[in-house]
């Protein structure tokens, strides 16, 4: 076989070492699906494969499947599509490194234990499945019958798609989320409307935080998809960047104007949520703010004051002085100079606070 000029250094996996170490596994499998994206070496091998009508069973060694793998003939060569493709012309499973640069056996058999359960029917599929659990390792199975790619990793098992398959539910999701980001706006706009006029609640604040949970976990579905398009994915990469950009900074600056110093507790009260616990925004009241939903409530102004153009250590020195957004909007130009040290500064101050007011009472976005 010739030798492939391919760049293989994209297939690196650091696999987990502790099979018991689940967030590791997680994370391990977000890089495997990384590394059959389409434009990857592997997914090419594997997309040829599918088009050749070929099957094939592709195991990644580590030190738990010396057990189960016979047979077979050692290449030890380097890795590249081309080998991977002639090698599966054969009976048996190919054998990669760990990381998977080298193919290290060919025409293997498999003898994993046949009381490891398995979801699957046919002969190839069954044995690849027990090898990635008894194993805690990568097997990857080509179904010439069935035409699918099945990728299982320990107890984790997913079927590989088309790029535009993967790309139609993407921009579905996509729509998905422009219509929660609509919402949000919408609820924020309501929010600044009420922190200018003192009439604030709890609820107004709960239904932001609420949206702003169910955009971040929208776009972890969409992000999923994008670890599955790999290069083909950089407009819905895009697409979400503008959609969710400002998201997380604008809870962190609600979180901070009213929870202070417990900021970061109730953060993570709102991401342990259960989703459909989330749906219903009283809930958010009850555990996050352990408050009646309906009650009157004032910010510290941490984030209108962060949209003016005062300098930080004003925007501190007024924060620090008045700590209540209400007590700040009744304040007097003598209380605003005691604070401010300078006429034109509280000038300068309320000048900007006109214009915000303005703008929030248009409808207009700040």
Same mark, same amino acid.
């Given at each position: 076989?010739?030798?492939?000029?391919?760049?293989?250094?994209?297939? $690196?996996?650091?696999?987990?070492?502790?099979?018991?170490?689940?967030?590791?596994? %997680?994370?391990?499998?977000?890089?495997?699906?990384?590394?059959?994206?389409?434009?990857?070496?592997?997914?090419?091998?594997?997309?040829?494969?599918?088009?050749?009508?070929?099957? =094939?069973?592709?195991?990644?060694?580590?030190? @738990?499947?010396?057990?189960?793998?016979?047979?077979?003939?050692?290449?030890?060569?380097? @890795?590249?599509?081309?080998?991977?493709?002639?090698?599966?012309?054969?009976?048996? *499973?190919?054998?990669?490194?760990?990381?998977?640069?080298?193919?290290?056996? *060919?025409?293997?058999?498999?003898?994993?234990?046949?009381?490891?359960?398995?979801?699957?029917?046919?002969?190839?599929?069954?044995? /690849?499945?027990?090898?990635?659990?008894? =194993?805690?390792?990568?097997?990857?199975?080509?179904?010439?019958?069935?035409?699918?790619?099945?990728?299982?990793?320990?107890?984790?098992?997913?079927?590989?798609?088309?790029?535009?398959?993967?790309?139609?539910?993407?921009?579905?999701? &996509?729509?998905?989320?422009?219509?929660?980001?609509?919402?949000?706006?919408?609820?924020?706009? !309501?929010?600044?409307?009420?922190?200018?006029?003192?009439?604030? *609640?709890?609820?107004?604040?709960?239904?932001?935080?609420?949206?702003?949970?169910?955009?971040?976990?929208?776009?972890?579905?969409?992000?999923?998809?994008?670890?599955?398009? /790999?290069?083909?994915?950089?407009?819905?990469?895009? +697409?979400?960047?503008?959609? !969710?950009?400002?998201?997380?900074?604008?809870?962190?600056?609600?979180?901070?104007?009213?929870?202070?110093?417990?900021?970061?507790? *109730? &953060?993570?009260?709102?991401?342990?949520?259960?989703?459909? $616990?989330?749906? %219903?925004?009283?809930?958010?009241?009850?555990?996050?703010?352990?408050?009646?939903?309906?009650?009157?409530?004032?910010?510290? /102004?941490?984030?209108?004051?962060?949209?003016?153009?005062?300098?930080?250590?004003?925007?501190?020195?007024?924060?620090?002085? @008045?700590?209540?957004?209400?007590?700040?909007?009744?304040?007097? +130009? =003598?209380?605003?100079?005691?604070?401010?040290?300078?006429?034109?500064?509280? =000038?300068? @101050?309320?000048?900007?606070?006109?214009?915000?007011?303005?703008?929030?009472? &248009? /409808?207009?976005?700040?």
């Amino acid at each position: 076989m010739a030798e492939e000029n391919e760049n293989t250094e994209e297939m $690196f996996v650091s696999f987990s070492s502790n099979p018991d170490d689940g967030r590791k596994m %997680e994370k391990d499998f977000e890089d495997i699906l990384r590394m059959v994206s389409p434009g990857t070496s592997l997914r090419i091998a594997l997309d040829d494969l599918l088009r050749a009508k070929m099957g =094939a069973l592709v195991v990644f060694e580590n030190d @738990f499947t010396l057990p189960i793998i016979e047979g077979g003939f050692k290449i030890d060569v380097k @890795f590249s599509a081309q080998r991977l493709v002639e090698l599966a012309k054969m009976d048996g *499973a190919i054998i990669l490194s760990k990381d998977g640069k080298r193919i290290i056996r *060919a025409n293997s058999m498999l003898f994993p234990n046949i009381e490891v359960p398995s979801r699957e029917t046919g002969t190839r599929h069954k044995s /690849g499945e027990r090898t990635a659990k008894q =194993a805690k390792t990568l097997v990857i199975a080509v179904s010439e019958r069935k035409n699918k790619i099945s990728v299982y990793y320990g107890d984790q098992y997913h079927l590989l798609e088309i790029s535009s398959e993967i790309l139609r539910r993407a921009s579905e999701t &996509l729509q998905i989320l422009e219509k929660q980001r609509d919402v949000f706006d919408d609820l924020l706009d !309501t929010l600044n409307s009420r922190e200018f006029e003192k009439s604030a *609640a709890i609820k107004d604040v709960c239904l932001v935080l609420q949206r702003v949970e169910i955009i971040k976990r929208i776009s972890e579905v969409v992000k999923r998809y994008l670890i599955e398009l /790999g290069r083909e994915g950089s407009i819905v990469k895009m +697409r979400l960047k503008e959609l !969710t950009g400002s998201i997380e900074k604008e809870e962190s600056l609600i979180l901070r104007d009213y929870f202070g110093a417990n900021h970061a507790h *109730a &953060l993570n009260v709102l991401e342990t949520m259960d989703f459909d $616990f989330l749906l %219903e925004p009283m809930n958010i009241s009850r555990l996050v703010f352990e408050e009646l939903h309906d009650k009157s409530i004032s910010p510290k /102004g941490i984030r209108i004051l962060g949209k003016t153009n005062l300098l930080d250590r004003y925007v501190d020195l007024l924060i620090g002085n @008045f700590n209540d957004f209400n007590v700040l909007l009744s304040a007097s +130009r =003598a209380n605003l100079l005691d604070v401010l040290e300078s006429e034109a500064m509280v =000038a300068f @101050f309320q000048e900007e606070m006109y214009n915000l007011r303005q703008k929030v009472s &248009l /409808g207009r976005r700040i």
